[in-house]
């Protein structure tokens, strides 16, 4: 991980000056602006500055300590990442009934292949809780019918842990712009299609209806907009005229699982980095 790099995120409604004061309490206490981003949509602000803290005036518990005054008085969500804290990224596996990729995922974790740390599971039903049982990983379902109050919970209980990579396993529940924006190109999905062809449910139907003769699979970054992420890897596969659509299905999650994987070891060797809606890779 980055040393004496920090990153503070914040996160609320649109105001004025908030800017100018977390720059003011970055500089007061001898951090040095590395990047900045900043953006308002539907009223709602989010903010991501990356600083140097070499030159620390105070300890990092006390730096906390200070953003959280910040935060109190500006009445915004403010969190702060030492990214030289961790040897290894903690990785968050949300999934629902489907088991090839999230297995696949934790066969490597379990190989020591993915040098990553996975704190816990997030399901949305107990379907596949005996995956998180054998490799004794926490696991939690969060199954609130109503999305935003999933959410709402989700995101208070992930306060505990520093999640730097959301994988979404075959996890069908749509994600709001308030849960995506906190966690900006850090949740991978794999779509079933050769996005941007067959957005949203049922893609290998779709493909079947149409009579491709090519399909495949998206591994994405998750943006607001559904299915529209940048792209970080496919894998396509022939339709035979005589396949059935089960059999398409069996075809698409083996390259699911490729894509996934591949989408994931990307990340984790921080050869991934995205501007303007795309994905650039990164020499080794």
Known sequence: MHQNIAKITVIGDDKKGVIAQITNFVFEHGSNIEDIDQKVIRHLFQMIMKIDISELKVSKDEFREGLKKLEKKLNMEIKVEFYSE????????????????????LEKWAKNEFEVNIP????????????????G???YVFDNPVRKNNEIAMLEFLKNFDIDLIVLARYM???????????????INIHPSLLPAFPGAEAYRQAFEKGVKIAG??????????????IIAQEAFQIESTMTLDQIKQKGQEAEVKALL????LFLKERLL???????????
């Not at 990224?89 to 629902?96: A, G, H, I, Q, V």
């Not at 816990?120 to 490799?135: N, P, Q, T, V, W």
């Open 137 to 139: 990983i926490p696991f």
């Open 262 to 265: 591949k989408a994931v070891d």
């Open 217 to 230: 699979v998206t591994a994405h970054f998750v943006t607001m907009d559904l299915d529209q992420g940048p």
């Open 173 to 187: 529940r749509i994600l709001s712009p308030d849960f995506v924006w906190r966690y900006e190109n850090k949740i």
């Open 120 to 135: 816990l599971i997030i399901g949305s039903s107990k379907e596949l809780k005996y995956l998180a049982d054998h490799y």
């Open 86 to 105: 961790k040897s290894k990224p903690n990785l968050l596996l949300m999934m629902t009934k489907e088991k090839h990729c999230p297995e696949a995922i």
């Open 274 to 284: 995205v501007y303007w809606n795309k994905v650039h890779f990164q020499e080794e």
